[in-house]
């Protein structure tokens, strides 16, 4: 059974940071891809970043470029997402992805 369990979520200022983090079990998590969504009250989910397994190559959504970062640690089974300089359009339920498996979410809410 897969499990992916997002953190790091909070309410933050516009221009400021947060770092999410999602946990990963279950699987061999070095040979998938990764991918941070994101959907926000009313909207359809939308694909925000996603990581090679190897963490070579990445994909940003293109509201996000130059502000956000995703990376992956292999040892800690783990992928994060970086998210500088926050927009109070960024606010949103994030949620991370392997192949067909989701996580909680965990939301992120910007103040303009």
């Known amino acids: 059974q897969v499990q992916l369990v997002e953190s790091g979520g909070g309410l933050v200022q516009a221009g400021g940071s947060l770092r999410l983090s999602c946990l990963a079990s279950?699987?061999?998590?070095?040979?998938?891809?990764m991918g941070w969504f994101r959907q926000a009250p009313g909207k359809e989910r939308e694909s925000v970043a996603s990581?090679?397994?190897?963490?070579?190559?990445?994909y940003y959504v293109d509201s996000v470029k130059g502000r956000f970062t995703i990376s992956r640690d292999n040892a800690k089974d783990t992928v994060y997402l970086q998210m500088n300089s926050l927009k109070p359009e960024d606010t949103a339920v994030y949620y991370c992805?392997?192949?067909?498996?989701w996580g909680q979410g965990t939301q992120v809410t910007v103040s303009a």
């Open positions: 990581i090679s397994w190897s963490g070579g190559n990445s």
């Open positions: 992805r392997l192949s067909d498996y």
């Open positions: 279950g699987r061999t998590f070095s040979i998938y891809a």
